[in-house]
Structure formats: structure tokens, C-alpha cells
């Protein structure tokens, strides 16, 4: 068997279960990627990839996390939690 084809085969052994489609299935879950894709193209892409854009990976983190919870409906509440109960660093702030 190739080198590749083992790694795939002990890559996807190790994590058998985490390949139960049946089990969410029945339990009426979604077990596609695509709301999570469409998630990403709207949360993530659209705020980041914008033309002319670029980040520091802290300050992208930062972004997200803002985008993140204005889609869930969380935004009151995440800035309701003071900065240092967050696992990450403050939010930058733009020179005056």
C-alpha cells in the first residue's frame, strides 16, 4: 500500500467515531459541511477578504471573534464579558 494511502487509512482509523452519519441522522442533525462553508464564505470571507485587505493574524483573531458573535446574535453579551475573562488577547486599538 502507498505511504499516502496508509496515512489516509490510519487518519480516518483513528477517528472512526467520528465518521457516525447515522447516529446524527436519526437524531435529525445536520451532518453536511455546507452551512458551515456558507458560514465561512459570510462570516469570515466577507469581512477579511476584502480588496486590498490584509491582517495581522491578532488583530484577524479579533475580527472574527466580533463577526462570530454579531452572527450569533451575541454581540451585547460579548462585550457584556470584561477582556480579561477571554481567552485572547485585547482588542487593538487604532492610533489617534
Not at 7 to 17: D, E, I, K, M, T
Amino acid at each position: 500500500m502507498p505511504a499516502p494511502v496508509r496515512a489516509a487509512h490510519r487518519y480516518l482509523s483513528q477517528r472512526r467515531q467520528h465518521l457516525d452519519y447515522a447516529g446524527p441522522r436519526a437524531a435529525e442533525l445536520c451532518i453536511g459541511s455546507g452551512e458551515i462553508e456558507s458560514g465561512h464564505r459570510h462570516v469570515i470571507q466577507h469581512r477579511l477578504k476584502l480588496a486590498g485587505s490584509w491582517w495581522k493574524e491578532p488583530n484577524a483573531e479579533a475580527m472574527l471573534g466580533l463577526r462570530a458573535a454579531r452572527a450569533n446574535n451575541l454581540w451585547l453579551r460579548y462585550w457584556s464579558i470584561p477582556q480579561s475573562a477571554l481567552n485572547r488577547p485585547p482588542l487593538p486599538v487604532a492610533p489617534h
